[in-house]
C-alpha cells in the first residue's frame, strides 16, 4: 500500500479519534469521517508498515446507520463533533459495544456474567445543545473579516459558526454581540503566529437550572476599550449575570490565563446538580453536560446502598460533585483530589450547601489514601473513584483491597482502563455486580460507565 493508492474499503469499528477503520488484504486503514456498515473509496494520505490513513474520497454504499444529512452543515470539517453522521441509536449502541467489548476482552468478564450486569446505555432525548460551556476562539478570514467558530480537527485554522448545535442557543447572540463590539471599536482579534491583536476566545457558561449566564473574555491585555458599550450590550441578553476579563498575554495553546477582572455583574454564576448548588468561577471545572451528568451521579448513589451511617472515600473528587451528592445520604464522605483549586472549590461548594459531613485532601489518591490507612487506619464501608483517562494507580488499587470496603463504585470515562482495573479488584475478592454506561457526550466518541463491585462475603 502506497500513498496516493485509492482503495475501496468496508468500514468495521470506530477508532478512539471517531475514525472508521476498514482492512484491504489485511492492511489497516484509518479513515476519518467513514462510519461502521460504509463501502467508500479513500485515497491513501499515509502509509506505514502495518496501517495506514486514507481520505475519504467518495461512498460507495453508505452504512444504514448513517444519517441523510447531518445536523450541522460543518459536522465534517470541524474537529468539534466525531461521529454526528451516525444516527443516535447506532452511536449508542456503538458505544455501549465498545464497553461491553473492552470488559470481555481486557478485564476478562465472562459473556453470561455480563449479559446479566449490563444495563441498556442511558441515551438523551434530545441529543443536541447538551453542552453548558463552550469556548469560541476569534480571528480573521482571508477578506479580513472577524471570525469565531470552531477548530477544523487537529489544526487551528476557525471554521466560521457562530451556532454550533452541541451548545446552547444564547451562544450565537452572544457571539453576535461580541463581534459587532469588536468592528465597531476596531477592536483586533489575537492572532496566533504574530502573539499580537487583543480578543483571544470567549468562554460562555450557562445554568441549565438557573438560566443564568457568564461571558469572560479571554485577552492578550490586561483591559477592553469602551467596555461598557461591550456590557450594555450584553447585559440586555436575558439571564445575563456575570461579565469578566481573563487576562492571558501568553504565546501558548493554554486557553485561559490564572488572572479574573471583573466587568459586570458577579464573577460566578450558580447551578445546580439535583440538589446540590454549585458556585462556578471561569477557572472552575464544572461538568459540562447536567442532564446527563445527574443520571451517572444518581446511579452511583444508588450503586453505593448508603442508609446513613457509612463512612465513603470519594478519590479523583474533583470539586466535589460526587462527595456532596454521596454526602446526602452517608455519615461521612472524604474526597481526595490532586488540584489544589478543585478541592478550594469543593470546600466552598460544601459550605454553600451546609453540608458538614464531607471533608477534602489535596495530593495524589495514591499517595493519600496509603498514607491515612497506614498511618491512622482509615477505613472505608465504600469507596468511589472517578479517575481521568489512564486509570487508577496500582498503588492505590491495593490500598483499596487491604482496606476491604463493602463496596467500590467505579466511574470511568475509558472503559479500557477501568476493564484493566476490575481485573484486579475481581480477582481479589469482588464481584462485578452492575454496569451503567450513559452517553455524556452525544455526537463524539466518549462515554462514561459506572460500575458497581461487592466483597464477596466467605
Ligand atoms: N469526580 C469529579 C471529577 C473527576 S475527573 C467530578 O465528577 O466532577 C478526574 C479528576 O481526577 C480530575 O479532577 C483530576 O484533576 C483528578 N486527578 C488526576 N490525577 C489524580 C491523582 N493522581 N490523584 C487525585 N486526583 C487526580
Not at 318 to 333: C, D, E, P, R, Y
Amino acid at each position: 500500500m502506497q500513498k496516493n493508492d485509492l482503495v475501496t474499503v468496508a468500514i468495521e469499528d470506530i477508532g478512539v479519534g471517531g475514525e472508521g477503520i476498514g482492512k484491504v488484504d489485511g492492511y489497516t486503514l484509518f479513515i476519518k469521517d467513514a462510519i461502521i456498515g460504509d463501502v467508500v473509496e479513500a485515497k491513501i494520505v499515509k502509509a506505514k508498515k502495518n496501517y495506514g490513513y486514507a481520505r475519504l474520497m467518495n461512498i460507495v454504499t453508505p452504512s444504514e446507520n448513517r444519517v441523510e444529512k447531518p445536523a450541522c452543515p460543518m459536522a465534517r470539517r470541524c474537529g468539534g463533533c466525531q461521529i454526528q453522521e451516525m444516527k443516535y441509536g447506532a452511536q449508542l449502541a456503538f458505544k455501549e459495544g465498545k464497553v461491553r467489548g473492552n470488559l470481555e476482552r481486557i478485564g476478562e468478564v465472562p459473556i453470561e456474567l455480563l449479559d446479566k450486569v449490563m444495563q441498556p446505555i442511558v441515551g438523551m432525548e434530545e441529543p443536541f445543545h447538551y453542552r453548558n460551556k463552550a469556548q469560541f476562539p476569534f480571528g480573521k478570514d482571508k477578506e479580513g473579516n472577524i471570525v469565531t467558530g470552531f477548530y477544523a480537527g487537529r489544526t487551528h485554522s476557525i471554521i466560521p459558526n457562530r451556532n454550533c448545535l452541541l451548545g446552547v442557543e444564547v451562544n450565537e447572540m452572544i457571539l453576535n454581540e461580541i463581534i459587532s463590539y469588536m468592528e465597531e471599536n476596531k477592536v483586533e482579534p489575537y492572532d496566533e503566529t504574530t502573539g499580537k491583536g487583543l480578543i483571544r476566545h470567549v468562554l460562555i457558561r450557562y445554568g441549565f437550572t438557573t438560566k443564568e449566564i457568564m461571558v469572560c473574555l479571554i485577552i492578550n491585555g490586561t483591559s477592553i476599550p469602551n467596555a461598557e458599550a461591550l456590557c450594555r450590550q450584553l447585559a440586555k441578553i436575558s439571564g445575563m449575570t456575570s461579565i469578566t476579563l481573563n487576562v492571558n498575554k501568553k504565546q501558548t495553546n493554554v486557553i485561559l490565563g490564572d488572572e479574573i477582572l471583573p466587568l459586570w455583574g458577579r464573577e460566578t454564576i450558580t447551578d445546580y446538580i439535583g440538589d446540590i448548588k454549585y458556585q462556578i468561577s471561569p477557572l472552575s471545572f464544572y461538568q459540562v453536560n447536567p442532564v446527563q451528568t445527574v443520571k451517572l451521579y444518581q446511579t452511583a448513589l444508588e450503586y453505593a446502598r448508603l442508609d446513613g451511617n457509612e463512612t465513603v472515600w470519594d478519590l479523583y473528587c474533583g470539586i466535589g460533585t460526587i462527595s456532596l451528592f454521596l454526602a446526602q445520604k452517608a455519615k461521612q464522605v472524604y474526597g481526595v483530589e490532586i488540584v489544589p483549586a478543585a478541592i478550594k472549590d469543593a470546600k466552598k461548594n460544601a459550605a454553600l450547601n451546609k453540608i458538614e459531613n464531607a471533608e477534602f485532601y489535596v495530593g495524589k489518591a495514591e499517595e493519600v489514601l496509603p498514607e491515612k490507612y497506614e498511618k491512622d487506619g482509615v477505613y472505608a464501608d465504600v469507596i468511589v473513584v472517578d479517575p481521568p483517562r489512564k486509570g487508577c494507580d496500582e498503588t492505590l488499587l491495593s490500598t483499596m483491597l487491604q482496606m476491604k470496603p463493602k463496596r467500590i463504585v467505579y466511574v470511568s470515562c475509558d472503559s479500557a482502563t477501568l476493564a484493566r482495573d476490575l481485573k484486579i479488584l475481581c480477582e481479589e475478592n469482588y464481584q462485578l455486580e452492575k454496569v451503567a454506561v450513559c452517553d455524556m457526550f452525544p455526537s463524539s466518541v466518549h462515554v462514561e460507565t459506572c460500575v458497581l463491585l461487592q466483597r464477596r462475603t466467605m
